[in-house]
């Protein structure tokens, strides 16, 4: 399914459900150590979307090394590459891409359901909510409320790599074209600066099936990195209900 969104150029591997439901199998000793007191549901969830990750990788011919969360959850990819990763109930993915490919990129995968109530009003902004209503006559069968919130996380993720600041949910505008299953966010904060040319907008593709959606942003590179961060580090999110919670009180993104 994540292929879908991504470009031939950008490995990416998903799966439904989890490949060690025990969690810890096959993992390295530093990612046994990062979970050790984490409940079974959450060791399931970090070894499978590592697998998903190896997998991906080797796809590429990388070595494999240990991922681990570093600086704000963010996982510390081996060099030379960019990468992300979701996980929410039942569904995992990971893609990763050399870095004189993508510049950045984000993935977010969310089940098809509404938001819990009083949630769009937090992340969105009221156009974004006009334009989705209007969407929602057209494709009822997709939840256009959890998409855009799937769009954001994305958005997100594809950001804070490249600037290591924060984003509020309500710093980027979405608009999607229900046709070409395209969106663009415009970003209302300073964009991340790339090559001397700062990227006000971010180009992705999303889709719905099998009971979840998923979007994904890939940033192509354009020439030497930015040096006063860390690309190779990329943030791993899991759509749970604590992140949604944490919507109803502040229009801030958490780390996994």
Known sequence: MIDSVLPPEVS????????????????????????????????????TVRLCAR?????LGVPLVPLVPGERGAVVWPAGVTGSMTHCTGFRAAAVARSDVAASLGIDAEQNQPLPEGILEVISLPRERAAIAALARQRPDVHWDRLLFSAKESVYKTW???????????DAELQFDLGASTFSARLLAPGPELAGRRHGTFSGRWTAGHGFVLTAIVLPAEAPRPTAVRPEQSLEFSATPARIRHAQTASQHDPE
Do not use: M, Q
Not at 55 to 59: G, Q, T
């Open 55 to 59: 997998r991906a990788l080797d796809k």
């Open 12 to 47: 990416g591997v998903s799966v439904f459900g989890d490949l060690s439901p025990a969690g810890g199998h096959g993992l390295f000793p530093a990612e046994v150590a990062t979970i050790a007191r984490s409940v079974p549901k959450r060791r399931a969830e970090f070894t």
């Open 160 to 170: 804070y790599p490249l600037t290591r600041r924060e984003l509020d949910f309500t």
